[in-house]
């Protein structure tokens, strides 16, 4: 069966000490790092790049590090992001020509791919790239900011993916947290992006525990 993995958000952490943010959620449990890099293009909104990801990839060493490229040219930062020891290299399929040549390039550099749609792109659209996908990612908020709603009409979008793909690592990402994580369960994700939920949280592991049982169950 598929693991069940938490992977926190650090775009509404103090990022003045990523570091150290970051470095907290995983000695709390976090399975995985996610690491939202915009471009004031595709969204509208700045966080990060791959400078920033190489410092904290240089303090941490072995975490499991996913970007999710909100870009407009996801292209273009493969071999920085490869460079910067990103393991996981989730960009959005809406602004790209060439989906599956993005994959392989993707691929090439040692990455693994993963294909973000966000709430108004029809699931299908995935379907012709699921043979070459590692993961997907459902978006259950528009993709731009923090500490927005979960959108609980995305739910169908899950449960078509699981339905088809059983072995498929389906993610979501935008207002999961305790009170939506159950709705997520049901669908079928196992990858779970939570970011104020945690981020906030006075006690990170136990939000975290908790979240991966319900799924895991
Ligand atoms: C939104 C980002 C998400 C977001 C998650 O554009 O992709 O990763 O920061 O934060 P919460 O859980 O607060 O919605
Ligand atoms: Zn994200």
């Known amino acids: 069966p598929l693991k069940a993995k938490i992977g926190p958000s650090i775009l509404n952490a103090d990022l003045a000490n990523l570091y150290t943010e970051s470095q907290k959620l995983l ?9 939202d890099v915009m471009d004031g293009s595709f969204v509208p909104n ?14 941490i060493k072995t975490a499991f590090f996913e970007t999710h490229m909100m870009v407009s040219k ?14 996981l290299y989730t960009f959005h399929i809406e602004p790209v020509e060439d989906v599956c040549k993005v994959c392989r390039l993707v691929q090439e550099a040692g990455m693994k791919v ?3 749609i966000k709430p108004g ?12 996908a590692d993961l997907v990612l459902v978006m ?39 009170k939506t994580i159950e709705c997520c369960a049901k669908a079928g994700a196992n990858m779970i ?25």
């Open 121 to 132: 792109t029809k699931v299908e659209e995935l379907t012709e790239y699921m043979s070459i």
């Open 46 to 59: 700045l966080t990060f790049g791959h400078p920033m990801v190489k410092c904290l990839r240089n303090n």
């Open 27 to 35: 000695d709390n449990g976090a399975d995985y790092l996610h690491l």
């Open 193 to 217: 992006v939570s970011g104020t939920a945690v981020v906030g949280a006075s006690d990170q592991r136990k939000v975290m525990d908790e979240m991966r049982n319900v799924v895991q169950s």
């Open 74 to 87: 996801p292209e273009q930062w493969i071999a920085p992001m490869a460079d910067a020891g990103v393991n």
């Open 140 to 178: 259950t908020v528009e993709p731009g900011f923090g500490g927005q709603s979960f959108m609980a009409d995305m739910m169908p979008k899950v449960e078509w993916l699981r339905q088809n793909y059983p072995n498929m690592d389906i993610e979501v990402d935008g207002g999961v947290g305790p």
């Open 114 to 116: 993963g294909l973000a």
